[in-house]
């Protein structure tokens, strides 16, 4: 697997819940997450925890 290009890359919007962990938002909806969290303004972010779920979620959109 090659590194994208500047071009190929794309940046996640996040949000942090109030526990520290951090979800990344829909594309087509910011208001939701992929684990499908409403997401409102994020928290001040306390530590680098991703959640499984959106990780997940994004993996297998990714997988043809």
Known sequence: ?????????SY???????????????QDDHGLTLCGLNAGESNHPISARA???????????EIP
Request: glycine residues 2%; aromatic residues 2%; proline residues 3%.
């Open 1 to 9: 697997m090659s590194t994208p290009t500047k071009a190929e890359q």
């Open 12 to 26: 996640a919007h996040v949000w942090t819940d109030h526990l520290g962990v951090v979800h990344e938002r829909r």
């Open 51 to 61: 959640c499984r779920s959106c990780i997940a979620e994004r993996l297998a959109s």
